[in-house]
């Protein structure tokens, strides 16, 4: 799996939206870009995937730069229950590759504050 | 989407005791489990792969005869840690895999005195 950069740590303010940016310059053309969060003392919480198109869902927008060596997580207003960890995860998507257990690096802490 | 419990939530236990974990994948068949420990202020560490009615496969540097894990149904996978000690301390982990996406149960967190 592709090796993935994000900043340590991010503030935004409530009902603002929030940009968690990730680098993944090694990415390969079969590799998806995931991003999950977990709050405090919670299990990780899936929030959204993406090959090379934008994605939007009930949580977020997913946006992957045209190169895909970098992509933005867009919480589009912010609320306190927000704040977590955000972990962005580069990983081939299939039966094969769902067997092997997904690796987390350090992520961003976002912190709303009201 | 699918749903993971875990239980206990949370349990304190005395040094030495052994410790039981339940993952339980609640509508969909799980034929992989994996557990992850998550030390304060760290990051999710993967422990062992479980698969259903075979051997775990550990991490290194994980003991196995100390981490203990059955997968003996589809729906089910235990951590059991043996002879617990304060540094076993952690929130424990379990992931379930439904096709292809893994999904996450809510954390156990075992403080041993």
């Known amino acids: 799996d592709a090796k993935t950069t994000q900043p340590t740590s991010m503030d935004c303010a409530e009902g603002r939206a929030a940009n968690l940016p990730c680098n993944h310059s090694?990415?390969?053309?079969?590799?998806?870009v995931y991003w999950y969060r977990q709050i405090h003392s919670q299990g990780p919480q899936y929030i959204i995937h993406?090959?090379?198109n934008n994605e939007t869902n009930e949580m977020a927008s997913l946006i992957i730069t045209e190169d895909r060596k970098s992509s933005t997580l867009i919480l589009p207003h912010a609320t306190l229950r927000d704040t977590a960890v955000y972990y962005c995860i580069v990983r081939v998507s299939g039966l094969d590759t769902g067997r092997r257990a997904l690796t987390f690096g350090s992520g961003t802490r976002l912190q709303v504050q009201p | 989407g699918a749903v993971v419990s875990q239980h206990p939530s949370w349990v304190i236990c005395k040094s030495g005791t052994s410790v039981k974990i339940e993952c339980r994948s609640l509508d969909f068949q799980a034929t992989t489990m994996f557990w992850y420990r998550q030390f304060p202020k760290q990051s999710l560490m993967l422990m062992a792969t479980?698969?259903?009615?075979?051997?775990?496969?550990?991490e290194q540097g994980v003991e196995k005869d100390k981490f203990l894990i059955n997968h003996a149904s589809l729906t089910l996978s235990t951590l059991t840690v043996t002879s617990a000690h304060p540094e076993d301390s952690s929130f424990y982990i379990c992931?379930?895999?439904?096709?292809?996406?893994?999904?996450f149960g809510p954390g156990t967190r075992l403080t041993v005195l």
């Open positions: 479980s698969n259903e009615g075979s051997k775990a496969t550990y």
């Open positions: 993406g090959l090379k």
């Open positions: 992931s379930a895999r439904e096709t292809h996406e893994q999904f």
């Open positions: 090694t990415i390969s053309g079969n590799e998806y």
